[in-house]
């Protein structure tokens, strides 16, 4: 058995301002406690205020639009419409024809 299949991480605590892990190691089958390791936690909380203002760029815009000029169709810009056109030009064949 390696080290490092006999280290494993059993348990998570916290109190009011601290969060830290408890690292046990695996000795003739049995677990003894090894080491604390500290979590990172937040010093305060985030008030709804600066959870707007983080999530303010998250929204999804719709794709931006054009028309074809030979065919009117619309599709996405800087993209071949289904009939295979591309600012006005024929270029890829489709099946239909």
């Known amino acids: 058995m390696t ?7 059993i348990a998570r605590f916290s109190f009011i ?3 830290a892990a408890t690292v046990f190691v695996m000795l003739d089958g049995r677990y003894y406690a ?3 390791i500290p979590m990172a936690v937040q010093k305060s909380r985030k008030t709804p205020s600066r959870r707007g203002m983080r999530r303010s760029h ?3 815009s719709n794709p931006a639009l054009t028309t ?3 065919t009117g ?3 996405r810009r ?3 419409t289904a ?4 600012k006005g030009r024929k270029l890829v064949n489709t099946e239909s024809e």
């Not at 080290?3 to 991480?9: D, F, G, K, N, V």
Request: charged share 30%; glycine share 4%.
């Open 83 to 86: 009939d295979g056109f591309y």
């Open 34 to 36: 090894d080491r604390v």
């Open 78 to 80: 800087h993209h071949v």
């Open 68 to 70: 074809d000029p030979v």
């Open 17 to 19: 301002n601290t969060c």
């Open 73 to 75: 169709e619309t599709h």
């Open 58 to 60: 998250d929204s999804l």
């Open 3 to 9: 080290q490092t299949e006999r280290i494993r991480i």
